[in-house]
């Protein structure tokens, strides 16, 4: 790791090392008036809208305007909003992406305007941002698992029994890590059929999926999904079935998730859930914007290293230089009784501080 340095919000930054492209803003200076935009894969789910709502908010106070797309989880549809959004000449832009891939003209576009461009939750597999922030989606799939690895020991003594994996669409980067280390953790136990069922991340899609998976498979033990929307589908299949117990009782199918949304956080307090790994949509969107007009926009390095906020509840992350530019890796985290009411858990920030309801 090159220049290590340790950040805190509202602090003097002691050493500045890095490798983002310089850039003076094209669209407009800090905090001169110019308007800051997002490129959004979909508000159809909670996360994705508190995420812009957390881009929003962070501009706004840095003075920025603001102006966001929805591309309905379209990818052409997407790489369209966000070359006519740079045509605009913002501040900066932010993507969300749906797929991946072919960001490399938007990229181009984007460095011949000098407008910084920033990713946030799904990083790019082609292409150089000035900044990405995401969280370790294999790390989260491999703790995901073990979750349910726990369950199936307190249940047979060892683990053993069939696990629904109801992944969602793998032309996204995330998904498809969060898959891959959820597979990897529970290929190791041979007693344990994982039984996988493709949903294209879509709610309806994996109700259906539950709804013959149980069919075929009424002895179900577990169920994972990796991330709340999906879950939804699956929590709502299992209900209609019947077989929604709270943990604990017998019958009980054990259930992990990713995202950490409020709904998720009510599930676990409700006893429907084993556990949702959480990832920080807030953090996203503040911290690409601070990045993107602290540094990229004033042509400073990205700093690398050690990131430290205690105002989240993960506090400490890293950044490095990646071959897709500087990337910011949050750490995912098991939601449990310890932390559920833990006032910095996004669910609970956006919910009690800034009055969003699910």
Known sequence: MVGAVSLLLGASLVALTGCASGSDGGGGSQ??????????KG???????????????KSEELGYKFSTT??????????????SLLVQKPAF?????????AWGPVIE????DKIPFGIVDTPITTGR???QVAFDNRLAGEMAAEEIV??????????KGKVLNGYGALSSSAWKARKEGFDEVLAQYPDVQVIERPTEGAETTARQVTDATLSEHPDLDAAHAPSDSITRGIITAIKSKGKLKPRGEDGHIIITTIDGEPQALNWYREGIIDASVSQDPVAYGQIAVEMLTEYVAKGKDIPLGEYVDEKYYWETAVIEDTANGPTMTIPPYVIAEDN???????ANLVTTEWGQKQ
């Open 31 to 40: 905090s001169s008036g110019g308007t800051g935009v997002f490129a959004n």
């Open 43 to 57: 508000m159809d789910y909670f996360f994705f809208a508190m995420q812009s709502e957390a881009i929003q908010r």
């Open 70 to 83: 929805d591309a309905k989880h379209d990818s052409s549809q997407q790489f369209n909003d966000a070359k």
């Open 93 to 101: 832009l932010i993507v969300d992406p749906v797929d991946s891939a």
């Open 109 to 112: 576009q984007a460095n011949r």
């Open 129 to 131: 941002a000035d900044f």
């Open 150 to 159: 726990k369950g199936l020991k307190a249940k047979y003594g060892e683990p």
């Open 340 to 346: 559920v009411e833990d006032s910095r858990q996004w």
